[in-house]
């Protein structure tokens, strides 16, 4: 293109109308500009629109002014004109969405000025033009991005946010939606395995709360159990102070004491061996006396036989009184039949032995008494004799044993003896130790009654525990609706990552000890509402 701009004649330069039309011009265009700001409408038509009116009225009035200053040279209205046109032809060309004209912004004068101002105007549309087709892309973009939002709100998380990388905030805002499903359907994926895991737990919750509070009852009677022992053993302890108050005086008594215990213990081990001594000749001087005995029963045993004998002897010398009192009744009869014959002698000796055979059975019957009683008490002396020997055997099994413990009862007086020289240095430390342990029976005392009422404070603790995980088993129950209501609205959600529903434990395999010591909940959990969703 020809560079007719170069320089506008010093007509246009030094003609007041010229710079008149001019100055209309650039009022123009800034009004323009300064409009379709104010409105918020740069698009190219409106401007190119706006420019193209101001121009013309511009050409117009320069034009008008060109014709009426008769004093213009024919030269320069030609310069003029070709001025007007080439700048209304340029004009043209930016309305047409062609901004690759040039202007010659370093004129001075009106010119310039018109120059620099159709150049700003051309910067302004073509950066327009370029907004223009910028948000035409990014409304393209945002209706895709818009069309895979409503798909992930719909819940299908696998969808992702394309970005060719035409525009650097929207790739960007892509990568980090991108980023942010890919984080929300790792997140539902976690969730829908959780809920899956709470819906099994808190099953398992219930059964274990139900054994926990169960252990938690049975731990507040225990509790109960030891705040009452506690206190018996607080009692306890104070008699214990006072008794050990008393065995340290004793411990000072059995010190001084424990010198003439090492002495009879001493005279306990002499007696002790002389007991033993005796003890042996004792057994001796019984055994004399079994041998004694055992020949006086031998002795009784011979006596009875011959007492058996002469009973026998007696019993033929009755039989033989008995014939002569026989023979002497027969000799009376005969006697008495003499008399009448007169035979006198003969009476007197029958009669005679008559009364000798009377005085031998009355003999022998008093033998038989004798002989009876001599043995009643042979056999009396005789049975006396065996329990005595019987008892000699005890009593020499007894003197025996008592003989062995007295040999024991010597080695330990020995040992006693030994033992008390050193008790009697042990009472001295444990008199000093027994003051130590009085001091600490004291302070067990003091622990005790403190232990005492830390157990009752831990009874109610336990109590309120019990009530707690009533609440905590309430608030399971709710747990367990709320993952189940919240398993099956995650449901809708598809996620490429799937999760396995775990297996609930037995109840038994809880430990209740594991548990036991769970902290209680507040009130206010138990009476929650369920949230709404």
């Known amino acids: 293109m020809t560079d007719s701009t170069s320089a506008l004649p010093n007509a246009l330069q030094s003609n007041r109308p010229f710079g008149f039309a001019i100055t209309i011009m650039l009022v123009g265009v800034a009004a323009v500009a300064l409009a379709a700001v104010a409105l918020g409408d740069l698009t190219p ?13 511009g050409t117009t009035a320069m034009l008008i002014a060109a014709v009426s200053d008769a004093r213009t040279a024919p030269r320069e209205r030609d310069e003029l004109r070709e ?51 910028s948000l035409t892309n990014l409304e393209e973009m945002v209706e895709t991005h818009a069309e895979t ?11 992702r946010f394309d970005h060719p990388g035409s525009h650097d905030v929207v790739d960007e805002l892509a990568g980090n939606s991108n980023e942010m499903i890919a984080e929300i359907e790792e997140t539902f994926a976690t969730l829908k395995s959780f809920s899956g895991e709470v819906v099994t737990y808190s099953h398992e919750l219930n059964t274990s709360m139900e054994t926990v509070r169960a252990e938690g009852d049975r731990t ?10 506690n206190e018996e053993q607080h009692e306890q302890l104070r008699t214990v102070a006072a008794e050990m108050e008393s065995f340290s005086t004793t411990i000072e008594e059995i010190a001084a004491t424990a010198s003439e215990v090492a002495d009879t213990a001493d005279r306990t081990a002499r007696a002790g061996q002389e007991g033993s001594q005796a003890a042996s000749d004792a057994i001796n001087g019984m055994d004399v006396i079994d041998a004694e005995t055992k020949r006086t029963l031998e002795e009784i045993e011979r006596l009875e036989a011959e007492a058996e004998q002469i009973d026998d002897l007696v019993d033929s010398i009755s039989n033989i009184a008995e014939q002569t009192n026989m023979l002497a009744l027969n000799a009376n009869i005969e006697a008495s ?13 029958a009669d005679e032995i008559q009364n000798l055979s009377e005085e031998v059975y009355d003999s022998v019957k008093s033998v038989e008494e004798r002989l009876e009683t001599l043995r009643g008490r042979a056999m009396s002396a005789a049975e006396e004799v065996r329990t005595s ?20 009862i010597a080695t330990l007086a020995e040992q006693t003896n030994n033992g008390v020289q050193e008790i009697s240095a042990a009472t001295q430390q444990q008199a000093a130790a027994t003051e130590e342990v009085v001091v600490l029976v004291e302070t067990a005392a003091e622990t005790s009654n403190e232990t005492a009422t830390t157990s009752a404070r831990a009874a109610r603790r336990a109590s309120a525990q019990a009530d707690a995980l009533s609440h905590v088993a309430h608030s399971a129950t709710v747990l367990t609706e709320h993952a189940g209501e919240l398993n099956a609205h995650l449901e809708r959600y598809d996620t490429e990552s799937g999760y396995e529903l775990p297996e ?30």
Do not use: C, H, K, M
Not at 47 to 56: D, M, P, T
Not at 87 to 109: I, K, M, P, W
Not at 149 to 159: E, I, K, P, Y
Not at 337 to 349: L, P, T, Y
């Open 45 to 57: 038509e409106l401007l190119g629109v706006g420019v193209v009116g101001v121009v013309a009225t």
């Open 83 to 133: 001025t007007i046109a080439d700048v209304a032809d340029r004009t043209a060309t930016l309305e047409d969405g062609t901004y690759d004209v040039s202007f010659q912004t370093d004129g001075d004068g009106d010119s310039g000025a018109l120059e620099a101002s159709l150049a700003s105007i051309r910067d302004q549309l073509a950066a327009s033009e370029q907004t223009d087709q």
């Open 149 to 159: 939002t409503r798909s992930v709100a719909d819940g299908n998380l696998t969808q």
């Open 220 to 229: 507040s009677e225990a509790l109960t159990e030891v705040v009452e022992d």
């Open 337 to 349: 039949r003499s008399v009448d014959s007169g035979e006198q002698g003969f009476s007197a000796v």
């Open 389 to 408: 020997r019987e008892r000699i055997d005890e009593s020499t099994d007894d003197v025996e044993n008592a003989a062995s413990a007295l040999e024991e």
């Open 504 to 533: 609930a434990r037995a109840a038994d395999d809880v430990d209740p000890e594991a548990v036991s010591t769970a902290t209680p909940v507040p009130d206010s959990i138990g009476d929650a509402e369920p949230a709404s969703r």
